[in-house]
């Protein structure tokens, strides 16, 4: 099977939604991060860990990587 | 005068230390007092029991007047106000405001007349996390007379300002002063001079001198005449005459105000006409009296 | 009561400011969707992932609607809680140690409208949370399952995850109340997590405990729960969640005093 092939059997109906959300919630990592520069540890860490680690990074970062000042 | 406050034997201990050791005061009504001390002296413990945040280990602390929640009459601000990042100006007045009691249609008005009051008119709808420290300052006064308190409690109010800032603020203070009883802590003495009816020096968390500015000042500073004489001779030989250091050939010297000292400077300025070439009051500044009274034993 | 709806205001505010209010819909919305997803296509992923043994012929059992529930309430129960847990460790702690707090404590304020506020806000949104994750695996097992557990079962079922999520809210909350921001999500985790080991261990005899509450919910998606059972664990977390309440009330009032000044 090729990689083509192997795309159109994705049921991108269904999964859509799971993408959306995680550009949603990368988003928002990013928009906060952006406006308080402010986190335990690096601040590019933080953008490397929201832009690639799936759902996980950026609810890191909301949890744990938010400083409050 | 009423009294407002009434604070005896005010302490607060610690494990193994006591930060604040029996303080006995009182602040008469409509009156600024200045609370001075060095660092770790027990300032902010002191305005911290005040304000109702720390309970006292003994001692009483009085309000007059009311019987309802004590805190609802005084207005705190700390050394470094911390705020809501994500509120604006006007939102967090508004809270605070609504929590102190006040209510209805006119709270949003007098909130931004206190804003204005303070200069930050036209920041009211802007975030708090975009302030800087000297607006952080500002939002902290506003949010500390929102109420018109009776009881002002101010920790450090101007020493995180630029020089131009601490005036401004200060004849804020002393605009209040006029409807409020201001007590407040400084590092900052010149400010502390202009608007200080009572001073209280604090060391070690034990008040070591209080009273009226004018009478403190009397107990510590030699205050007295600064005497210009035409003959530097004359000077040096004059009876309870100190060199004055910023005269170059000894012609200047510093006559203390006592009677005796007073009534021969009379007496040589009526035998010599012109031996006198100027006299002026001295008075010691607060910097000098904090140094004296800090280093007292 | 003025108090309350102003410190709810904030509280509301700040959830949205701080994309609280979008963040924690979001996880529970995502593994709602995933976990349904998952399992329907799990045949297809192991084959594409190619490591099965020659001519060894997986069965996996089929899984009805009642099964993808029950396994993301699983999924819900850790990484759920974990999630609820550090949205919310800091609600009164965070307050204490960065001085915003300072401010409010120096006014006439109560503190059973402040943690009220906070309780309400945070209850208000880790229950929405639930639901629609629950809400979109629904649309999902609609989808690609032969049978959906019936709707009034679906609204027990929903109703009595709740109560436990609120239990996990509040004790929380009390945790932020008493500790530091750690300490508070330590001592949240622990007891949670400790009580679903006990729960584990000897759940059988204990059975009027919240850490059953999640078994006797989806016991409604399978035919029915013991009900007295049911009504007693009830009872006993709402007593918990008022003693906790209540605790927390008096721990915000008591540890003002450690506000920075």
């Known amino acids: 099977m090729s990689i083509t092939e192997q795309l159109a059997d994705v049921p991108w109906g269904l999964v859509w939604p799971l993408i959306a959300i995680q550009l949603v919630l990368m988003t928002a990592a990013l928009i906060d991060l952006n406006r308080k520069r402010s986190t335990n540890g690096p601040v590019i860490l933080w953008v490397f860990i929201i832009i690639f680690i799936n759902t996980i990074g950026p609810v890191l970062y909301f949890t744990v990587g938010r400083r409050h000042s | 005068m009423n009294a407002v406050l009434e604070v005896s034997a005010l302490t607060k201990q610690y494990d193994g230390f006591r930060a604040v050791d029996g303080l006995t005061f009182s602040l008469a009504e409509q009156t600024a007092t200045a609370l001075i001390g060095p660092n770790g002296s027990g300032k902010t413990t002191t305005l911290s029991m005040l304000a109702g945040l720390l309970r006292q280990s003994s001692g009483t602390i009085r309000f007059s007047g009311s019987g309802k929640d004590p805190r609802s009459a005084i207005g705190f601000l700390p050394q470094y106000p911390k705020f809501f990042p994500w509120m604006t100006a006007i939102e967090y007045m508004e809270l605070a405001a609504g929590l102190s009691g006040l209510g209805g249609r006119e709270v949003r008005t007098a909130c931004e007349k206190t804003l204005g009051f303070v200069g930050l008119g036209e920041a009211g709808k802007k975030r708090i996390g975009g302030f800087s420290g000297g607006m952080k300052q500002r939002l902290g006064l506003a949010q500390a ?13 101007v020493s995180a300002l630029d020089p131009a800032g601490r005036r401004e603020v200060m004849e804020m203070l002393k605009e209040l002063g006029e409807s409020s009883t201001i007590l407040y802590s400084t590092h900052i003495l010149n400010d502390a001079e202009e608007m200080t009816d009572q001073l209280l020096f604090l060391r070690n968390g034990k008040l070591i001198e209080q009273g009226p500015l004018r009478e403190v000042r009397e107990k510590y500073g030699d205050s007295g005449y600064r005497v210009l004489f035409r003959d530097p001779e004359a000077a040096e030989r004059f009876a309870g005459a100190a060199p004055w250091a910023g005269s170059a050939d000894g012609s200047a010297v510093m006559i203390s105000g006592e009677e005796v000292s007073m009534q021969e400077l009379l007496r040589y300025a009526s035998e010599h006409p012109e031996g006198i070439t100027d006299i002026g009051r001295s008075s010691v500044r607060l910097e000098e009296i904090f140094m004296k009274v800090v280093e007292k034993p | 009561m003025k108090q309350f709806g102003l410190f709810l205001g904030k509280e509301w505010r700040e959830q949205a400011r701080s994309f609280k209010l979008v963040w924690v819909p979001l ?105 629609l994750g629950y809400g979109m695996a629904a649309t999902y097992i609609v989808q690609l399952y032969d049978d959906m557990p019936g709707f009034s079962d679906l609204i027990l079922f929903l109703l009595v995850m709740a109560v436990w999520i609120i239990f996990v809210v509040t004790l929380t909350l009390t945790a932020s109340a008493a500790l530091p921001t750690g300490g508070a999500a330590g001592a949240a985790l622990g007891i949670l997590f400790i009580g679903m080991m006990i729960d584990g261990l000897v759940g059988t005899y204990w059975t009027w405990s919240p850490w059953k509450l999640q ?47």
Not at chain 3, 34 to 40: D, F, G, I, N, V
Not at chain 3, 62 to 85: I, K, N, P, R, W
Not at chain 3, 225 to 251: E, H
Request: proline share 5%.
């Open chain 3, 215 to 261: 078994s006797y919910g989806l016991a409604y998606l399978m035919g029915g729960p013991d009900t007295g059972d049911l009504a007693g664990a009830l009872a006993v977390t709402s007593v918990l969640i008022a003693v906790l309440v209540m605790c927390g009330i008096l721990m915000a009032r008591r540890n003002a005093a450690k506000a920075r000044v």
């Open chain 2, 145 to 157: 007379i929102i109420h018109r308190p009776a009881l002002l409690l101010l920790d450090e109010p």
């Open chain 3, 27 to 131: 996880v529970f919305i995502f593994f709602g969707a995933l976990e349904p997803l998952t399992y329907h296509f799990l045949p297809q992923i192991l084959e594409s992932v190619g490591n099965m043994p020659e001519g060894s012929e997986f069965t996996l059992p089929e899984m009805t609607g009642a099964d993808v529930y029950a396994s993301l309430t699983g999924q819900y129960q850790t990484v759920g809680l974990l999630v609820l847990v550090l949205a919310f460790m800091g609600s009164l702690s965070g307050e204490r140690k960065s001085g915003t707090g300072t401010l409010l404590y120096v006014r006439p304020i109560s503190y059973a409208a402040y943690y009220m506020s906070k309780w309400t806000a945070a209850v208000l949104l880790a229950a929405a949370s639930l639901w």
